[in-house]
DNA sequence: CTGAAAGCGCTTACAG
DNA sequence: CTGAAAGCGCTTACAG
C-alpha cells in the first residue's frame, strides 16, 4: 500500500486534485457536497498532504526555531514548553536549537530561517547569528524573529522578557528593608544582558539607600550552580563578611546554600540568600529560597505571539514586551542579624 | 535581493543545476575544477538549497519527532539535549513534541512521520500512537522508530532504557543492607511501564530477603512532587511506620523529603529516603537525596543511533539498548533506627 | 463552483 | 564528468 498522494484523493473522490486541496484548505470555496465526497476519501484513506508539496509551492515551511543555550535548565524549559503548546496552536511546529553555548551553532539554526527549513525564530541567547550588512537598516534583513531574555538590545526588535533591572532592584530593597547594609551580589555569565540589568537594579537600590558598595561584594560567577559555590566561598573569606547574598538566579542561590550549610551557618539567621527566576526546585529548598519570579509561560507565549504577528505580515505595533515579575519571600531571607547592624 | 535557487549558482559558475546539485551532495562526482568554481558562488551567494526542493525529490525530511509528555522534568530535558547533540551531528533536525500528557496530541505528531514531516520518531511515551492494522505484523506497519524510558514493550521494537526493575531492586537492596525492613514505596504513574518495572524491583528485593510487604507501605503517586508529598503524609499516618520509604523518581523524593522536615524528623536518622534519577538537584537537597542514577546522555545518545540504524535502512541487530544505572549514596539514607528494628 | 495547467526548487536516471 | 529532462506533491491564477 503505497502512500497516498492528492491525485489518489481526487481519484477516489471523482474530482480534479485542484479541488481536493481546496476542499483541504479552503473549503469555503468548494461545493458542500463535492466537500463532503472529498473528506469521506480523505478519512477513509488516512490521507495527509505532503508537506514538501505544499511548502515548496506555498513557501512556508510551518516551522519555527527555538535556540537557547541549554534546554535542561528549568527556565529554558518552562519557556519552551509554552512555545511549543501556542504553536501548535496556530499550526506551527517548533524545531529544537540547544546550542550548547556554541555559536557556530546557533549560526546552524539561523541557517534554518534562511534555507526554508523555518518561517521563524526565536532566540534566547544573547547574539544574532546572522550576517548583516551594516550599512543597510538592519531590521530589513532579519527573518521573523523575537528575542527572549537575553534580550538582544536592538532598536525596534521584537523582545520579550521581564524587567531584569527592575527585579534585581526589587530584590535588593527587600534585602536592605529587613536591615541589610552589606549585600552582596554573585553575577551571571557575563555576556548575558540579564546579567548587566540585573547587576544595574541592585546598584541602583544600594545607591538609592545611600549605601557605599564595596567591591569585593560582587562575586563573578556564570549562572551555574558550581559558580555560585565558589563565589559563595570566596564571600565567606571576606573579611568583612556580607550578611546577605544576592545571587543572580535560584541555580547559584543553590550553590550558595550549600556551601553555607557545609560550613553551619544558619539560613537567614546568620546569612540571607536570595535567588532569581523562581525555578520549580526554588520553593523545594531548606529553607525554602527568597527569590524573583519570572512568568516561564507568559514569557513563552508571548515571543510566540510576537512571531506569529511578524509570520502574518504585521508588524507588532509593540514591539517589546515586558512582563512582570513577582517578588517571593519565602525562608532563606530574614532580618540583619545583629553584629552585622553593629559591625 | 530574491533568494539565490540553485539556477541562479548555476548561471553564476557556468553551469547546469544538475552540476551544481551534485557538488553539493555528490562533490566525488564532479572534476574538481569545476567543483571549486560552483563552491565559489555557493561561497559569494550565500546559496543555500531549499529544504523542500529536495525533500520532495528525495523524500527525506531530514527531521527526526521526539515526543515526551513534559520537557520540563529534568529527566526528559536531558535525555532530549544528547539527542538534539547527536541528531545534529548527523544532519538530523529535531521537532519537539511536548504532548503535555494527552494523547491527541501524541497522535499528532506522530501524523509528522505520516505526513513526510518527520522520517522518523523517537517516543518517550508508553503508549503507540499510530493506527494499526492488528491482523498485520505490527513492526511492519510501524516508520523508523525507537521508545525511550518508558519502553513500550512489543517484541522487535527498539527500545532504550536503563533497566529498571534491577535498578529499583538495587535500590530496595541497599535499603535491605541498612538494616531496614519495613520498606514503603511511592509509586509513579500507574500508566508508565517504568512503575510497573521498579515495582517489580521493589518486590523481588523484598522476596529474596523473606520479607513480607504490607499493603500500606505501597502508596500511589504519580511522579510529581506534589504526589510524594500526599504519599508521605500518607505514610506517616500509619500506626507502624516504615524506617525507610524509596520513592519510584526524586521530585517524589524531594516531596517527601519536605514533608518530613515539616513534621520535625530527622533524616536519615528517624527515617531514610530515597529516590531514582538523580537529576541535578538530588545532591543539591538536604540531605543529598540518595538514589539511583540513570545516563540520561547516553540514553539520548542510544535512542538517536537507533534511530539513525532504522533511518539508513538497517534494522538494528540488537533492538534493546539497556544502559546501566548506578546507585548514588548520599545523606538521606542511614541505618534503621534502634526503635524500628525491634518494633 | 470546478478543472487543466504551470510551476515551486530540487535530484537523478539516462544519454553522451 | 556533464547536461537535458522528467518529476517529486502540492497550490493557485486563470479560464470557463
Redesign the interface.
Known sequence: MR?MGIKDIAALSGVSPATVSRTLRNPELVNKDTRKKVMKAVKES?Y??????S??RTRQ?G?IV?VMP???H?VN??I??AI??EA?KHGY????G?T?GLIE?ER?YA??V????ADGILLFTPRLPF?VDPDQPLLKQLPPLVSGNETIPVEGLCRVSVNNTAGARAATEYLLSLGHRRIAAVLGASDAPSNQERLDGYHQAMDEAGLQVDPQWIVAGDYS?DSGMAAMEKLLKLRQRPTAVFCFNDDMA??A??VL?QYGFAIPQDISVMGFDDI??AA???PALTTIHQPLEDIGRAAMQLLLEQLNGRQPKNNYVELPFELIVRQSTGPVPLQGESE
Chains 1, 2 share one sequence.
Do not use: C, W
Not at 511546529?93 to 529544537?96: P, T
Not at 534562511?114 to 527549513?117: A, D, M, P, T, V
Open positions: 502512500k488516512g495527509r498532504p505532503n508537506r514538501f508539496g511548502s515548496l515551511s516551522n527555538v541549554d534546554i535542561t528549568q524549559a518552562g519552551i514548553r511549543e503548546s501548535q511546529s517548533v524545531l529544537l540547544d550548547q551553532r546552524h541557517d534554518m534562511n534555507s526554508g527549513q550576517d550552580t543553590i550553590g546554600l550549600n550549610h520549580r526546585y523545594l529548598m531548606r
